[in-house]
């Protein structure tokens, strides 16, 4: 019996030929099977492969009914008479006769879409025409006697030395022992563990890290079989090779895949916080929420959640069910980890109470003393006394691709509002809220926040300040950095249409632009206070109209000598910003004299 199946030969391809050479074949005394077994980028309608043996005319393969990277191999077989194949291996036939198989594929099959999946194996199968009474190894004897005495092994019982079976491809021996592996398999199961016809040893050489993906001369699917609670998400590989090889993640890096630590709602809890409530203080649990509309108010109580919904588009948790809280509250001190992901947090009315205060803040969200971050969210519609769309105190997480639209503060704070925190807002938009007093857009106090890549438009105050308020108190000095940021077009109805910079009696504030515009703020002037430029910004303010006119003229110059010598205070009419008014100051001034322009 002629049973011969090729290695791996690659992953079927449209630019490179795949072929084997099945060697020393004997003549054909039955049907002969050529089977073809791939795994490719066959889904296609013009995606196919042609395969002919010999040099002869291509038959034709999976033009209709080929697959993408299938967990089967897609399988063709050709069937050749006994005729038929005898004529094609001639004239050599049963003294080194060759067949050889080639395949190549159309040309839009592209190798690399199964990566290290992809499998092209070819197998050819049929009773030859044995020299029974020969002398196939050249000692002398002949086969069927050495055979049949027991000098020369012949495992499987075919009067032909299991060293010519071998020799001439009728027997596989992967391991090169001079044992038939169909032998070694029949005496000995447990050479294989994963049973797959393959010797474990031969399995684990040719099939790399695709076998044993930790290299510890185990197969996976055997290693996750006898050694319970290593594959928790049942994919035969362990654990720690699929989170080394990102397929999956692992964001708390306790070792087990973050697929394994997930829970959904509705699909296993009816609502976000039985989701919250249900999961343990000190492991990290995912809550993927599907898209629809949830009812707040929901607390993270300080676990180590992340509330992730299928986006922010999708998934909306909405008010605060009557309830005098916040949509959504981080106020339980919670780790790095915990987050707010992908949702919509709309119509908060009226916000939380921080400890020790009867002020309402926060109306989507709330965090005090937290560590929790917002990622990819849309805060809207919501409003409280301070931070209309969000309060944060005295926390440390972070806040990105999220943007606080439409939402208004009775007093500081309509978008956004962080007191005494250390955070950083990157690539947010903060746009059309409003406030009656300081900060329509965005209002800091104290505290080391920076602000990377974010847009604040089109926000109103009633008062003060419609862009960003920077306000610092206490002792200590606090710090605002903003990089790659435009505050434009936002407007209060008394002063400070931009960034406004101030200061309690004993508060330090420092702030810095780089790269940064700040336009198109009424009333001007666009930034007003003390700030340092660190290069690349646009602000388009006049310089020199110290009174606010508009026009650079005898008013302004009469401030500007009255504020002769060394700055205290803001010091307006420090045009050059170097802490003292003096001549360098007049030459601006007297540079700009006129109306002023844009």
Known sequence: MVDSTTDNLGAPSGLATREHSFTALPFAESAVTITIDLIGDLNGLSEYVQVSLNGGTPRRFFEADGNDCPATPDRAIITLTRAEFNALISPNGGTGAILVVSMIGSPGVDSSECKNAALTQFRLQYVGIQAKSGDCNGNNRLDIAETHDGTTPDCNLNTVPDSCDIARGAAQDCNL????????????????????????SCDLATGGTTVDCDQNSRIDSCQVTETPGTDCNGNLRPDACDIAS???????HNGTPDECQTVTVPGQYAGIQAAIDAAPANEMRIISVAAGTYAGPIAFNGKPVIVRGASAASTVINGASGQTLSVVRFNGGEPAIAALERVTVRGGITGSQPSGSNVLVGGGIFGQNSAASVHDCVIENNAAGFGGGAYFLSCTGNITGTTFRINNASADGGGFQANQCTMSLTDTVVENNTCNSRGAGVHLVQGGLTLTRVTVRSNYSNNLIGGVSW???????ASLAMVDCSVTSNTALVTQGGIGISASSTGTPTISLRGSGVCNNLPRPNITGSWTDLGGNTICDCVGDLTLDGFVNGADLGILLASWGACTGSCASDLNRDGVVNGADLGVLLAAWGACGG
């Open 471 to 477: 306000y610092a108190i206490g002792s200590e000095t």
């Open 177 to 200: 022992n001079g044992v038939p592996d169909s032998c070694e398999l029949a005496t000995t199961p447990a050479l294989d563990c994963n049973t797959n016809g393959i010797i474990d």
């Open 246 to 252: 990102a397929t999956s993640g692992d964001i708390d």
